[in-house]
Each structure stands twice: as C-alpha cells, then as structure tokens.
C-alpha cells in the first residue's frame, strides 16, 4: 500500500502560479507511474498531467503551455507546476499513483489516490 501526501495548492487569482506536490511512503518511487487528477463540482474526475516512472509526460489538451509536471528525484516528490491559471482550473486536485502506467492513466479504483487538495482561481 502506497500512501500520497499532498502539499501546496490554495487561492490563486487568474494568470497567477501555484505548485502541487506529492509524496509517496516507502521507497517505491523511482518504480511509480504519477499524476494528478482534478475534479470540479459537478464535474467527473479527469487526468491533469502524469508522468512515468522513466520521465515520460502527460498533459491533457487543456493545460499544455500552461502545466508542467516533474519529478524531484533529491525530494521523492512529484510537483504540478501551474502557470496562467485559469477560472476553469478551479478543482479539487488528487495525487494518484501506481506501478502500473494502465491503472495509472484510467482513473481506476486500483490505483493510490491522495485526499486532494483545493485548487480555486479567482477571476
């Protein structure tokens, strides 16, 4: 089992930055497919940004240019760099992980999930 502790987010005011960041338990990280998640009221649960175990990125049409996500290999983090935040970026925004980069990137039950962190961007 595999424990995920956020840390960062808050209030941002449109075209402004926050950092997200997450850290595994144990001494899995270098083997651990990563990525965030949001979900906005009333909204499903969608992939942000992922990033494999060798380095390999993920990031959904709608924050490209925008996000960028990284591994900290000093810190075991994974961070979610965001840049030009938007109104729509408003969300609750989960940490997830697993070795598996299939349960990983399908939103699946399987995989490690953070509580989540608040993300609201103000216009």
């Known amino acids: 089992q595999v424990q995920l502790v956020e840390s960062g987010g808050g209030l941002a005011q449109a075209g402004g930055s926050l950092r997200l960041s997450c850290e595994p338990s144990g001494s899995g990280y270098s083997s651990l497919a990563m990525g965030w998640y949001r979900q906005a009221l009333g909204k499903e649960r969608e992939l942000v940004a992922a990033?494999?175990?060798?380095?390999?990125?993920y990031l959904a049409d709608s924050v490209k240019g925008r996000f960028t996500i990284s591994r900290d290999t000093v810190k075991d983090t994974v961070d979610l760099q965001m840049n030009s935040l938007k109104p729509d970026d408003t969300a609750i925004y989960y940490c997830s992980a697993h070795y598996s980069w299939e349960i990983l990137a399908t939103n699946s039950k399987e995989a490690y999930w953070g509580q989540g962190t608040q993300v609201t961007v103000s216009s």
């Open positions: 990033i494999t175990s060798g380095g390999r990125t």
